[in-house]
């Protein structure tokens, strides 16, 4: 009979999760792993698999995370632009910290197709409520009605990559926050 499990699983997802965070997948050993996690090699094994598919699902939880972050973010505010600014700023406050998206785009590229799914799967989600909030802001005058709603909302995210990518190599807040006020200044 097997022993039941002993520790949190989540927990320990999100402790894998900042080691990815700060290491990459290729940066991360299986000891640095458990010992982060707290559990055994066969432990981390019987409950997540191999290293590659703890990191799909440390990517897809950190993924989902932020997908929710930004959400709250944008949803914030009377006008949709406020909303949008919001979660700008959101991304300027933590853009020092690693962002384990972006980084497994950075490390992987388009070469692991699995990745590459649930990437994709956040990316639709965080465009979708993008472009509707987009929308929003152009009925209500604040966004220009010539740009199409589906490109804004691309380099929107595009935009947030280049944020957290210039936060993590050491661009001081007013930087960022002129990259933000940038990119909002090019929806008017």
Same mark, same amino acid.
């Given at each position: 009979?097997?022993?039941?499990?002993? $520790?949190?699983?989540?927990?320990?997802?999100?402790?894998?999760?900042? =080691? $990815?965070?700060? !290491?990459?997948?290729?940066?991360?050993?299986?000891? +640095?792993?458990?010992?982060?996690?707290?559990?055994?090699?066969?432990?981390?094994? @019987?409950?997540? &698999?191999?290293?590659?598919?703890?990191?799909?699902?440390? %990517?897809?939880?950190?993924?989902m995370g932020? *997908? @929710?972050?930004?959400?709250?973010?944008?949803?914030? &505010? &009377?006008?949709?632009?406020?909303?949008?600014?919001?979660m700008l700023?959101? %991304? %300027?406050?933590?853009?020092?910290?690693? *962002?384990?998206? %972006?980084?497994?785009? *950075?490390? $992987?590229?388009?070469?692991?197709?699995?990745? +590459?799914?649930?990437?994709?799967?956040? @990316?639709?989600? #965080? !465009?979708?409520? #993008?472009?509707?909030?987009?929308?929003?802001?152009?009925?209500?005058?604040?966004?220009?009605?010539?740009?199409?709603?589906?490109t804004i909302?691309? $380099?929107?995210?595009?935009?947030?990559?280049?944020?957290? =990518?210039?936060?993590?190599?050491?661009?001081?807040?007013?930087?960022?926050?002129?990259?933000?006020? +940038?990119?909002?200044?090019?929806?008017?």
């Open positions: 009979m097997a022993r039941p499990r002993e $520790f949190d699983a989540e927990l320990a997802l999100d402790a894998a999760i900042s =080691v $990815f965070r700060e !290491h990459g997948y290729e940066g991360s050993s299986a000891q +640095m792993l458990v010992d982060a996690m707290g559990i055994g090699r066969q432990s981390l094994y @019987a409950a997540f &698999g191999d290293k590659w598919q703890l990191y799909r699902s440390a %990517v897809g939880r950190y993924g932020e *997908c @929710a972050a930004h959400l709250e973010a944008i949803r914030s &505010g &009377g006008r949709a632009i406020n909303g949008i600014d919001a700023r959101r %991304v %300027v406050e933590t853009a020092s910290q690693p *962002c384990l998206g %972006v980084s497994s785009i *950075c490390e $992987f590229g388009a070469s692991r197709p699995d990745l +590459m799914e649930i990437n994709a799967l956040l @990316a639709r989600s #965080l !465009h979708a409520i #993008l472009a509707g909030r987009i929308r929003n802001a152009q009925r209500e005058g604040d966004v220009a009605t010539g740009i199409d709603p589906d909302a691309e $380099f929107l995210i595009a935009n947030i990559a280049g944020i957290r =990518v210039a936060g993590r190599s050491g661009a001081d807040r007013a930087t960022l926050n002129s990259l933000a006020d +940038m990119a909002l200044r090019a929806l008017r």
